[in-house]
T-cell receptor
Framework: SQQGEEDPQALSIQEGENATMNCSYK?????LQWYRQNSGRGLVHLILIRSNEREKHSGRLRVTLDTSKKSSSLLITASRAADTASYFCATVGSSNTGKLIFGQGTTLQVKP | KAGVTQTPRYLIKTRGQQVTLSCSPI?????VSWYQQTPGQGLQFLFE???????NKGNFPGRFSGRQFSNSRSEMNVSTLELGDSALYLCATAPGPSTDTQYFGPGTRLTVL
């Protein structure tokens, strides 16, 4: 079963705009990760944030984590058409088994 | 380094048949996990192998099985296929059993008719 929910399920924006996706989870975590998937292909790891971190940056990506609310957000700044993809959050539980539990994903469309 | 390789990329089977999917990890990666992706259920964990041992198993029936070889390559098998087994099967590899980041292959698209 899924760990939690992602919001929104779908997002459509213009190139240059920012895109924000939210993820909620249910149990204690070791870390939370964001992955991107293009057109039903394999997933690409974007960024990882540990349970003791609150914010992390990587290029145009900014991730926040609020463990008290069991939620995370992914911000993509200055979106490009090439950012069009599905984005998934995935959690690793406190026991750090290496098993990823995924959210349902957000489908992002960036219009040129 | 070459990425994760999955074969075959596409597969069409009929109900009742069985299928074997293969995953070759990135060189040096010894942990292999399998995930099933469907439109209805999303991405679900199937199992994880490290050093030829299954470390974790997801909530799937016994028709789903897997194994890992001494060279870290892994196979998963689905017997007595059902229509609902149609999915994208993704393999992910990592250097170790509890390594944070996993590297995914392109997947095998299985269609059961």
């Amino acid at each position: 079963s899924q760990q939690g929910e992602e919001d929104p399920q779908a997002l459509s924006i213009q190139e240059g705009e920012n895109a924000t996706m939210n993820c909620s989870y249910k149990t204690s975590i070791n870390n939370l990760q964001w992955y991107r998937q293009n057109s039903g292909r394999g997933l690409v790891h974007l960024i990882l944030i540990r349970s003791n971190e609150r914010e992390k940056h990587s290029g145009r990506l900014r991730v926040t984590l609020d463990t008290s609310k069991k939620s995370s957000s992914l911000l993509i700044t200055a979106s490009r058409a090439a950012d069009t993809a599905s984005y998934f959050c995935a959690t690793v539980g406190s026991s750090n088994t290496g098993k990823l539990i995924f959210g349902q994903g957000t489908t992002l469309q960036v219009k040129p | 380094k070459a990425g994760v390789t999955q074969t075959p990329r596409y597969l069409i089977k009929t109900r009742g048949q069985q299928v074997t999917l293969s995953c070759s990890p990135i060189s040096g990666h010894r942990s292999v996990s399998w995930y099933q992706q469907t439109p209805g259920q999303g991405l679900q964990f199937l199992f994880e192998y490290f050093s030829e041992t299954q470390r974790n198993k997801g909530n799937f029936p016994g028709r789903f099985s897997g194994r890992q070889f001494s060279n870290s390559r892994s196979e998963m098998n689905v017997s007595t296929l059902e229509l609902g087994d149609s999915a994208l099967y993704l393999c992910a590899t990592a250097p170790g059993p509890s390594t944070d980041t996993q590297y995914f292959g392109p997947g095998t698209r299985l269609t059961v008719l």
